[in-house]
T-cell receptor, first 113, second 111 residues
Framework: GENVEQHPSTLSVQEGDSAVIKCTYS??????FPWYKQELGKRPQLIID?????GEKKDQRIAVTLNKTAKHFSLHITETQPEDSAVYFC????????????FGAGTRLTVKP | SAVISQKPSRDICQRGTSLTIQCQVD?????MFWYRQQPGQSLTLIAT?????????ESGFVIDKFPISRPNLTFSTLTVSNMSPEDSSIYLC????????FGSGTRLTVV
């Protein structure tokens, strides 16, 4: 089955700096890669996703890149703000997007004002 | 995306008892997923619930411990049976779509 690895486990940045979180996956059949933000005590919320036929996707300050050959994808947050502080999870769906997802271990991002 | 109502939001239970968690979706979905999130950890898939068939369990999870019902395309329950303190966790249901949506979670504490 799919195995998703995520790095780093913790990340601390100064407000206004950029943050990058990286994930690798094992199953080349995976074709859907979402990113979730989870604030303390709340459910994971989808913030951006990318499919395997696209190399990059951007939504305001957030972007995701995908390298299918290397089987890795990354989340980029620019101009970070204190409210970006949360745990971020990457995930991969290893059959199609109507099947289960496997999650990375999570990255705790702290944005210092 | 779908809206999921999950309850209870939290419970404190005695060891050896069972708790049933419910998820109601505002639209019909073929599959529903149940995840467990232990404190400070990632989400681990427990099982996939299809309407009209038995749930499919992941390695390390068994039906006797986590029975699942899926009576129709908008509803599912997960029961945590014969609980022990190790079952203390957050349990979440999820449905697929353009982006997977999660219920609000059930925070279970077993004492």
């Amino acid at each position: 089955g799919e195995n998703v690895e995520q790095h780093p486990s913790t990340l601390s940045v100064q407000e206004g700096d950029s943050a990058v979180i990286k994930c690798t996956y094992s199953d080349s059949a995976s074709n859907y890669f979402p990113w979730y933000k989870q604030e303390l005590g709340k459910r994971p919320q989808l913030i951006i996703d990318i499919r395997s036929n696209v190399g990059e996707k951007k939504d305001q300050r957030i972007a995701v890149t995908l390298n299918k050959t290397a089987k890795h994808f990354s989340l980029h947050i620019t101009e970070t703000q204190p409210e970006d502080s949360a745990v971020y999870f990457c995930a991969a769906s290893w059959r199609n997007n109507n099947n289960d997802m496997r999650f990375g271990a999570g990255t705790r991002l702290t944005v210092k004002p | 995306s779908a809206v999921i109502s999950q309850k209870p939001s939290r419970d404190i239970c005695q060891r050896g008892t069972s708790l049933t968690i419910q998820c109601q979706v505002d639209s019909q979905v073929t599959m529903m997923f149940w995840y467990r999130q232990q404190p400070g950890q990632s989400l681990t898939l427990i099982a996939t619930a299809n309407q009209g068939s038995e749930a499919t369990y992941e390695s390390g999870f068994v039906i006797d411990k986590f029975p699942i019902s899926r009576p129709n395309l908008t509803f599912s329950t997960l029961t945590v049976s014969n609980m022990s303190p190790e079952d203390s966790s957050i349990y979440l249901c999820s449905v697929p779509g353009g982006g997977y949506t999660f219920g609000s979670g059930t925070r279970l504490t077993v004492v």
